[in-house]
């Protein structure tokens, strides 16, 4: 790994359109970014959600691989809940991650115990203001 503390670099373009803008990630093609009401472009609210899913999938596979568990499939669903507080505006609630993962029969335990590892060592759940739950479901396969 490189030396700590890593630094992530983006940078945002409006488009001169309502809240239509255009993000750049090191190189990679331009994401559209806008309001949670823009079609067809992504909110920073659905980005949150997305990059807190998106951590404890890459935790999940890094760990199996490392205990040497087999992931056969692995696909998640997330929902963060927003809510209003008087005299503070808009904040999440909380984050839930629903990942189903499948292992071949006999590897359930094992698996368990690797969502329950990444789930505790996701950096990006530790780095939010709000709870980031995880409700796991291992299958056979």
Same mark, same amino acid.
């Given at each position: 790994?490189?030396?700590? $503390? &890593?630094?992530?670099?983006?940078?945002?373009?409006? /488009?001169?359109?309502?809240?239509?803008?255009? !993000?750049?990630?090191?190189? *990679?093609? &331009? &994401?559209?970014?806008?309001?949670?009401?823009?079609?067809? %472009?992504?909110?920073? +609210?659905? =980005?949150?959600?997305?990059? @807190?899913?998106?951590? =404890?999938?890459?935790? !999940?596979?890094?760990?199996?691989?490392?205990?040497? #568990?087999?992931?056969?499939?692995? %696909? *998640? /669903? @997330?929902?963060? +809940? =927003?809510?209003?507080?008087?005299?503070?505006?808009?904040?999440?609630? %909380?984050? #839930?991650?629903?990942?189903?993962?499948?292992?071949? @029969?006999?590897?359930?335990?094992?698996? +368990? %115990? #690797?969502?329950?590892?990444?789930?505790? =060592?996701? &950096? !990006?759940?530790?780095?939010?203001?709000? $709870? !980031?739950?995880?409700?796991? *479901? #291992?299958?056979?396969?």
């Amino acid at each position: 790994m490189s030396d700590i $503390p &890593l630094h992530y670099h983006s940078s945002y373009q409006w /488009t001169g359109e309502a809240a239509a803008g255009e !993000v750049s990630i090191d190189g *990679s093609p &331009l &994401l559209p970014v806008g309001s949670p009401h823009d079609p067809g %472009r992504f909110s920073p +609210e659905h =980005l949150l959600v997305v990059a @807190a899913e998106t951590c =404890l999938a890459n935790y !999940v596979l890094l760990l199996a691989g490392l205990s040497k #568990v087999e992931i056969k499939d692995y %696909r *998640s /669903t @997330a929902e963060g +809940e =927003l809510m209003q507080e008087a005299m503070a505006g808009y904040r999440f609630r %909380r984050i #839930v991650i629903r990942p189903v993962v499948t292992v071949a @029969a006999g590897n359930e335990a094992q698996a +368990e %115990r #690797v969502l329950q590892k990444a789930h505790k =060592l996701c &950096l !990006v759940a530790h780095s939010l203001n709000c $709870p !980031v739950d995880m409700q796991a *479901s #291992v299958e056979a396969g």
